[in-house]
């Protein structure tokens, strides 16, 4: 345990805090230079990066693909958060909350943004008409799985991921107080599946697309290093199930690399412009060309 804290009256920011991320955090809004963001040839011109939140997209916009969706075409240009893009005026324009992933969509009048990976989800999905049940009362179960994600994710990024991972020194309260709230969430997901084939029940929605980048990243250990035999993944054997259903996917396969800016070689698709950018731009593919 680090010594007692006591908190001044008035907090104010400390630009050497913050850790891993203190280049990036501040406690104000706005943008912090003029950058002007790139578009495409596609109505669809996504602004990411390929972190959890940043696949949920790309992978419902690969599945809209498969299932024969051709508007649904896209651009996906990187937003490398480490360096502040998403500080630039053009990317503040598109999200004034500065996160990442945001959307543009030019082929409606005038275009529309949109932002927050949730609304981005529902967006298409309507748009589209897939991937949302109709019916109400699977709607309403997608919908209400989709806001669990989003609600509960933050305490396994931001939360665990952060003391586990990130944080510049470990801390035993923070670790047990978020590893605790995980391994619950991780319990409601298992006793989900256990009863359904999909999170919200017998069919892909994007309530699956939402929670696997987060939780099946984690089951698959794929997300920090050492979490997964931490946490025990492999208990939640209907979690692992699901994980790895969803991670045999053709589309998810394609989506989950793109923006991807680590990991592996082969698993990095920087910018996605056109479907064989799979084949031909992958990073191991442009570094080996030179």
């Not at 602004?47 to 649904?72: C, D, F, R, W």
């Given at each position: 345990?680090?010594?007692?804290?006591?908190?001044?009256?008035?907090?104010?920011?400390?630009?050497?805090?913050?850790?891993?991320?203190?280049?990036?955090?501040?406690?104000?809004?706005?943008?912090?230079?003029?950058?002007?963001?790139?578009?495409?040839?596609?109505?669809?011109?996504?602004?990411?990066?390929?972190?959890?939140?940043g696949q949920?997209?790309?992978?419902?916009?690969?599945?809209?693909?498969?299932?024969?969706?051709?508007?649904?075409?896209?651009?996906?240009?990187?937003?490398?958060?480490?360096e502040g893009?998403?500080?630039?005026?053009?990317?503040?324009?598109?999200?004034?909350?500065?996160?990442?992933?945001?959307?543009?969509?030019?082929?409606?009048?005038?275009?529309?943004?949109?932002?927050?990976?949730?609304?981005?989800?529902?967006?298409?999905?309507?748009?589209?008409?897939?991937?949302?049940?109709?019916?109400?009362?699977?709607?309403?179960?997608?919908?209400?799985?989709?806001?669990?994600?989003?609600?509960?994710?933050?305490?396994?990024?931001?939360?665990?991921?952060?003391?586990?991972?990130?944080?510049?020194?470990?801390?035993?309260?923070?670790?047990?107080?978020?590893?605790?709230?995980?391994?619950?969430?991780?319990?409601?997901?298992?006793?989900?599946?256990?009863?359904?084939?999909?999170?919200?029940?017998?069919?892909?929605?994007?309530?699956?697309?939402?929670?696997?980048?987060?939780?099946?990243?984690?089951?698959?250990?794929?997300?920090?290093?050492?979490?997964?035999?931490?946490?025990?993944?492999?208990?939640?054997?209907?979690?692992?199930?699901?994980?790895?259903?969803?991670?045999?996917?053709?589309?998810v396969k394609?989506?989950?690399?793109?923006?991807?800016?680590?990991?592996?070689?082969?698993?990095?698709?920087?910018?996605?412009?056109?479907?064989?950018?799979?084949?031909?731009?992958?990073?191991?593919?442009?570094?080996?060309?030179?």
């Amino acid at each position: 345990m680090t010594d007692s804290y006591t908190p001044p009256r008035v907090w104010t920011w400390d630009k050497d805090n913050g850790g891993a991320f203190a280049n990036i955090n501040r406690p104000v809004a706005g943008a912090t230079h003029d950058k002007a963001l790139p578009v495409g040839k596609h109505p669809l011109q996504l602004y990411s990066l390929g972190t959890p939140n940043g696949q949920k997209v790309t992978i419902m916009l690969e599945e809209l693909l498969a299932a024969g969706h051709h508007g649904a075409e896209y651009d996906a240009w990187l937003i490398n958060i480490g360096e502040g893009d998403q500080f630039g005026s053009g990317f503040v324009s598109v999200n004034p909350n500065s996160k990442i992933p945001a959307l543009m969509d030019h082929s409606v009048s005038p275009p529309q943004r949109v932002f927050e990976s949730g609304a981005i989800l529902v967006y298409l999905a309507e748009k589209f008409g897939a991937f949302l049940p109709t019916e109400p009362a699977k709607r309403t179960a997608t919908l209400s799985w989709l806001f669990w994600q989003i609600g509960s994710a933050p305490l396994l990024g931001g939360g665990f991921g952060h003391f586990f991972a990130y944080a510049p020194e470990k801390i035993e309260y923070a670790i047990n107080r978020y590893t605790m709230e995980v391994k619950r969430q991780f319990d409601v997901l298992d006793r989900q599946l256990g009863e359904n084939e999909y999170v919200a029940g017998d069919e892909f929605t994007i309530a699956d697309i939402a929670i696997w980048p987060w939780y099946g990243g984690v089951a698959l250990d794929r997300t920090y290093v050492g979490a997964g035999e931490f946490l025990d993944v492999q208990s939640y054997a209907n979690v692992q199930r699901w994980a790895k259903q969803v991670d045999a996917r053709p589309a998810v396969k394609r989506g989950r690399i793109v923006n991807r800016a680590n990991g592996p070689l082969e698993e990095q698709l920087h910018e996605r412009h056109d479907a064989s950018d799979f084949d031909t731009k992958t990073q191991d593919k442009v570094e080996a060309a030179g």
